[in-house]
């Protein structure tokens, strides 16, 4: 094997030890995202799993692992200015960057969503309560973006499409992702007010969860979550089924959490049993 063989060898080797890690990121943090993402094609399933080990890493930092060991916020800047400097970079040695470097080069995702996303993380640090303009902009930062750059990578493996339907379809990325994470602002209602301080929710700061605002918030995940599967035939083939897996899902914790007195909703995270999971996914 001559030299340029063994670099290339040596470089396909380390790109799928990268991919690895991500992937066992993803597979530890979030039982549901993983079911979803493994019905996605290869490359689309691999992007993904790159996107979100970056991201969750950074939610580490805020509120996570990071926390009382360092300060988040220095922390929080040095990891955004390395992951938006990934790309150029190329190669790293922190393997969930050496991997999200590659996927941010290959599907072209925009930068300004990571920023945003970033900027969305920055405020669990700096925000413990938030008033109607400012839950939209945390809501985009850190969840809407995530639908898009998801978007973009499904799109990346597809063949092109019109500007038009690609901005039908961002708006249909942007409304699940936006549902997705009003559905965990009611799941961790417990631990954001009692460990982490925070308040997400505008009416919160004058009383309790009552029933009107616990269906107000699901109504508005149920609509995203519609807007979103509309879109879903219109996705490339390969990546319909793990988007409608993922929307099912949320649609089961949205019944769920409904059921859920508003009281009860304080002191436990609603979920979704293993086997309901499994069956959504087959159906």
Not at 28 to 51: C, H, I, K
Not at 141 to 163: K, Q, R, T, W, Y
Not at 249 to 265: F, G, I, K, V, W
Request: charged share 25%; with cysteine.
């Amino acid at each position: 094997m001559n030299t340029r063989s063994r670099r290339s060898t040596a470089a396909g080797m380390y790109a799928a030890l990268a991919e690895r890690v991500s992937a066992t990121v993803i597979g530890r943090y979030s039982t549901s995202f993983s079911l979803a993402t493994r019905l996605l094609p290869d490359g689309v399933r691999e992007d993904v799993r790159n996107l979100y080990a970056v991201v969750r890493i950074a939610d580490e930092i805020v509120d996570g692992a990071a926390a009382g060991h360092a300060d988040p916020r220095a922390v929080l800047d040095a990891y955004e200015a390395q992951v938006l400097a990934a790309p150029e970079i190329g190669f790293h040695t922190d393997l969930v960057l050496h991997a999200w470097a590659a996927t941010s080069v290959r599907c072209r995702i925009d930068p300004a969503h990571m920023r945003d996303f970033f900027a969305s993380m920055r405020s669990d640090i700096v925000r413990d309560v938030h008033d109607e303009e400012s839950l939209a902009r945390y809501i985009h930062g850190s969840a809407e973006v995530i639908g898009l750059m998801c978007l973009d990578i499904f799109l990346a493996h597809a063949d092109p499409v019109s500007a038009a339907q690609r901005a039908w379809l961002a708006e249909g990325a942007a409304a699940l992702g936006a549902a997705f994470q009003k559905v965990n602002f009611l799941r961790d209602l417990g631990d954001d007010r009692d460990e982490l301080g925070r308040c997400y929710l505008p009416e919160l700061q004058d009383g309790p969860l009552t029933a009107e605002i616990r269906d107000r918030v699901l109504d508005e995940v149920d609509a995203g979550i519609a807007a979103g599967r509309l879109r879903v035939p219109s996705l490339p083939a390969g990546c319909r089924v793990g988007v409608a897996a993922a929307a099912a899902l949320y649609e089961e914790l949205s019944a769920r959490l409904r059921r859920t007195p508003p009281h009860q909703l304080r002191h436990a995270r609603v979920r979704v049993p293993a086997p309901v999971k499994v069956a959504l996914t087959v159906r």
